[in-house]
């Protein structure tokens, strides 16, 4: 068991990559620092498969196989250790991010090449995947927040790396500024649990737990608050509503920032965290239909907003908190197992997305306005072939890995008492409409006429270091939805199989489980084909509003001029946060904090006591006047109050006698 | 018998006449014999205590008193004299060179 | 009022008046003669009280010796009458006030613990002998130091009092 023994290995190698490049990168040639990085992140991921190799050797009894290393906190009877945990659910979220961590890295070495800071850019990315993976090798709430904290942390360093242009510090400072409100409805979720608990290591709670009397729906019990509290922390986290607002600023950082943290890893930390904690969840009816309700109409929500921008990536960021959004719909309604297959496929066809974006926009020269693309079908064959691959798995069209996934939430919703019916119903609606923009994306940057001056723009294929990653990519979103096939087609649920020792501890009764079976097997081949249907819907409506009639947008943009402006403002959400939280708050620092106390009462009370001093001494002063005869009087003075002092007791009665 | 607080009341009498002195003439040898008085108004109140106590360490005391008063006056009319050739007076307003 | 307190009250008055005296002569040559008038009336009150030996070093050393000094000094630097300068607001302000202070303070303090002080054995003589045995075994080591101190002393007067050297 040589990598499960030691499995801190995996989060060191990223570690000390980070630290080579960062602190000696900056002298190095690119090819040095690519020799750190990939070979750090690299051998990180080997170490995964071999840890997992190991893990599919344990016997049973022994998973969830948690080993403690050191105690980091011991405060009374809290402890807080650095300790690592490995179930099947840590499993595939390690196997997603060293992977695609890996694959990433490589492209970056192309993407990157002619960037400044390349040191620093992977020296960031190595830290990233430092803190990503102890967040979910954790065995404890504690250790998980550090890791939670620190991809944060990274989050804000990637997005402002080109910190000289004032939009991306901007966006970076947003990014951080919106997860720690989030973080803070975690860290009191942290706080309840460990009050009722008395402790935050997962295995103990989660066993004591499961002995506890589940809260009814709409009560709000202990747990229901706690998940409560920790579902605002994956609010902030995953950006959903309505903390989502960082996500689509966050594309100033590099498209493999993108691709990586706000795509494939980073963001499905929030739902990691809620499907780890579904033991809590599913004793809490009312915080996982929160959990469902939020998730649906994020869903919807950003997929509005995505019919209309006209930024490649904009459209990619607001389709990544859509999907993000189906993955808490499937939490919610208590398919914990879909919404982490789901977690799993979004990475592959997301990350290629950003990464075949970050290709389109390395060969138009850095333009990244979808109106001055058009016609690259031909020029760039590679990016565009891999792109379509992912349009069609997000979209849903089987035998694609998206189809699979989207399916088996969307029937998950269907059953699920609560008004499962109307989740179903904008679960569909939603599914329609990313089929449409995401079409819409294609349409507009590959086909047609070419927008934009030929003779300006060399468009050029990328380098294999960017290209042999989308293909690998590319593959994986057409098969990684195979280890989930639905029963109907004659494939037992692998993946569902492999999570169900997590995800069955804490559920309801056998027979419940069975009769839920029963029912799926007669709906999925219907809802199968409604949502293969949905996505031809929005293919067509794309391709007769972008291909065939290229002039009709404009005329719908005019003729819906108001519903237009709001969808392509995104709602003039984040002007109604300046204005009531970011306004006030900037009011309450500037007058309140910075001239009421820190001028007017710190350095009043520093200054007050200098000025204080010398006017004491100005007053004092006049003790020494240098006339012998006043000297005399001050020594009289002096001479009195001693004897005074000695005297007192025995002259007290006469003194008391006189006053009264 | 004369009772011993009538002494002790006439010391203190003497001593705060002294103080009076002390504070408001001009005259260095007369602030200097105004010190002595203190003293003396002192050596009555000892010789007091050592008649009521019927111990003789005050006046004990009183002798090493007197011896002390004599040597400072020796030494403090040696400064007296060397101030009035320095000052040309003998008022204790003339000497204030600590006088900003 | 029996003989002592009668006597008692000749001295006292004496003293007192003599001490007035001092402050309100203007010459120091008659403050220096009141300072002598109220020290032969202190010997007197030590006589009353029966310490002889203190009474005869007081009349001796002090009005003898260190008057006369006080007397010899006066002639010597000519001090002539008292100037009318006021240079301390302070001393002319707080002068009185303080003095009455004080010596309610002491009155206060005396009347106040008027009872616990009595005289255990009226008037007996203090024996010279008694006093000189404790003067030279208890309180041998004060007595050489004040030997010490008057050397120093005399040293002192004569090194400030040299005329300089032309």
């Not at chain 1, 989060?11 to 040095?32: C, H």
């Not at chain 2, 200097?32 to 109140?45: D, G």
């Not at chain 3, 303090?109 to 616990?116: F, N, Y």
Request: net charge neutral.
């Amino acid at each position: 068991m040589l990598i499960l023994d030691n499995l801190w290995i995996i989060p060191l190698l990223p570690l000390l990559g980070s630290a080579t490049n960062g602190l000696f990168g900056a002298k190095w040639p690119n090819k040095i620092v690519n020799y750190v990085a990939v070979g750090s992140t690299g051998l990180s991921f080997a170490c995964a498969l071999e840890a997992v190799h190991e893990f599919f050797q344990l016997s049973p009894e022994k998973i969830p196989w948690v080993k403690p290393y050191f105690s980091w906190i011991v405060a009374g009877d809290f402890r807080a250790g650095f300790d690592l945990q490995v179930d099947q659910l840590t499993v595939v979220m390690l196997l997603v991010v060293t992977g695609v961590g890996w694959l990433i890295h490589i492209y970056s070495t192309g993407y990157m090449a002619h960037e400044g800071g390349y040191y620093r850019f992977f020296s960031y990315l190595n830290l990233f995947m430092f803190f990503m993976l102890i967040l979910v090798l954790a065995a404890n709430y504690s250790l998980l927040f550090v890791g939670w904290e620190g991809v944060g942390l990274c989050s804000y360093l990637l997005i402002g790396f080109y910190f000289l242009r004032k939009s991306a510090s901007d966006a970076g400072k947003k990014a951080f500024i919106v997860n720690r409100i989030g973080d803070f409805g975690f860290m009191l979720g942290m706080f309840l649990l460990f009050r009722t608990f008395h402790t935050l290591d997962f295995v103990p709670m989660f066993k004591d737990a499961v002995s506890q009397q589940p809260d009814a729906m709409g009560q709000l019990g202990t747990i229901t608050v706690a998940c409560l509290l920790i579902f605002v922390g994956a609010t902030g986290k995953s950006a959903q509503l309505p903390l989502y607002v960082w996500l689509p600023d966050a594309m100033e950082g590099p498209t493999p920032v993108s691709a990586l943290i706000h795509a494939a890893t980073m963001v499905t930390a929030g739902v990691y965290v809620v499907a780890r904690s579904h033991v809590l969840f599913m004793r809490a009816p009312t915080a996982m239909l929160v959990v469902a309700i939020v998730g649906c109409a994020t869903a919807i929500f950003a997929a509005t907003i995505g019919l209309v921008q006209t930024d490649i990536k904009k459209v990619l960021a607001y389709s990544t908190v859509s999907q993000l959004g189906y993955m808490f719909l499937a939490c919610g309604v208590g398919a914990f197992s879909a919404g982490i297959f789901h977690l799993m496929t979004h990475a592959f066809f997301k990350a290629l997305l950003f990464l075949a974006a970050g290709s389109v926009i390395h060969a138009m020269g850095g333009e990244q306005d979808m109106q001055h693309m058009g016609g690259l079908s031909k020029k760039i064959r590679w990016t565009y072939i891999t792109m379509l691959t992912a349009t069609l798995a997000i979209a849903g069209f089987p035998p694609l890995a998206g189809f699979f996934s989207k399916d088996s939430i969307l029937l998950s919703a269907f059953q699920s008492e609560n008004g499962g019916h109307a989740l179903y119903a904008v679960g569909l609606l939603t599914a329609l409409l990313t089929s449409f923009y995401m079409f819409r994306l294609i349409f507009l940057t590959f086909f047609g006429k070419p927008r934009y001056d030929e003779h300006k723009v060399h468009v050029h294929e990328s380098p294999k270091s960017m290209l042999v990653p989308l293909m690998i990519l590319a593959v994986l979103s057409i098969v990684g939805g195979w280890l989930a096939a639905p029963a109907f087609l004659g494939s037992p649920d692998y993946f569902a199989r492999f999570l169900e020792p997590v995800f069955a501890q804490g559920a309801g009764g056998e027979a419940g489980a069975a009769a839920a079976e029963a029912a799926a097997h007669a709906l999925e081949i219907p809802l199968a084909i409604v949502a293969v249907l949905t996505a031809a819907i929005g293919l067509a409506v794309a391709w007769w509003l972008y291909l065939s009639k290229p002039q009709k947008p404009a005329e719908f943009a005019k003729s819906m001029k108001g519903a237009y402006t709001t969808l392509f403002n995104k709602y003039y959400v984040d002007e109604l946060y300046a204005a009531l939280v970011v306004k006030p708050l900037m009011w309450l620092s500037r007058s309140v904090l910075w001239q009421a106390v820190d001028v007017g009462v710190i350095d009043a009370a520093v200054n007050g006591v200098a000025s204080g001093a010398t006017d004491i001494g100005d007053g004092v002063r006049h003790a020494q006047s240098g006339n012998t005869r006043s000297y005399a009087v001050w020594v009289v003075i002096g001479a009195l109050v001693i004897i005074a002092i000695i005297f007192w007791p025995y002259f007290r009665p006469v003194a008391v006698g006189m006053v009264r | 018998m004369v009772p011993t607080h009538y002494y002790l009341i006439l010391s203190a009498i003497l001593f705060g006449l002294g103080v009076v002195a002390f504070v408001f003439k001009r005259n260095i040898i007369t602030i200097f014999m105004s010190i002595e008085l203190m003293l003396n108004a002192v050596n009555l109140a000892f010789v007091a205590f050592s008649q009521a106590l019927n111990k003789l360490d005050g006046q004990v005391f009183v002798l090493f008193v007197i011896v002390v008063a004599a040597a400072e006056a020796a030494v403090g009319l040696g400064i007296i004299i060397l101030i009035a050739r320095n000052r040309q007076s003998l008022n204790v307003e003339r000497v204030d060179l600590l006088k900003l | 009022m029996n003989p002592p307190l009668l006597v008692f009250f000749v001295l006292a008055a004496m003293a007192v008046i003599g001490a007035i005296n001092l402050i309100l002569q203007r010459h120091p040559i008659h403050s220096a003669l009141s300072l002598i008038v109220v020290m032969v009336a202190l010997a007197g009150l030590y006589l009353l009280m029966g310490a002889e030996f203190v009474a005869a070093v007081q009349i001796i050393v002090y009005g003898g010796a260190i008057m006369v000094l006080f007397v010899f000094v006066i002639m010597l630097l000519n001090a002539g009458v008292e100037e009318h300068t006021n240079a301390s607001k302070l001393a002319a302000l707080a002068g009185v006030p303080l003095a009455v202070v004080l010596m309610g303070v002491l009155a206060a303090t005396v009347a106040g613990s008027a009872d616990r002080v009595q005289v255990l054995t009226p008037g007996s003589v203090a024996p010279t002998k008694a006093l000189a045995n404790l003067l030279f075994q208890d309180f041998v080591y004060p007595f050489e130091l004040t030997s010490f101190l008057i050397l120093v002393a005399i040293l002192g007067a004569i090194v400030l009092a040299q005329r300089e050297k032309a």
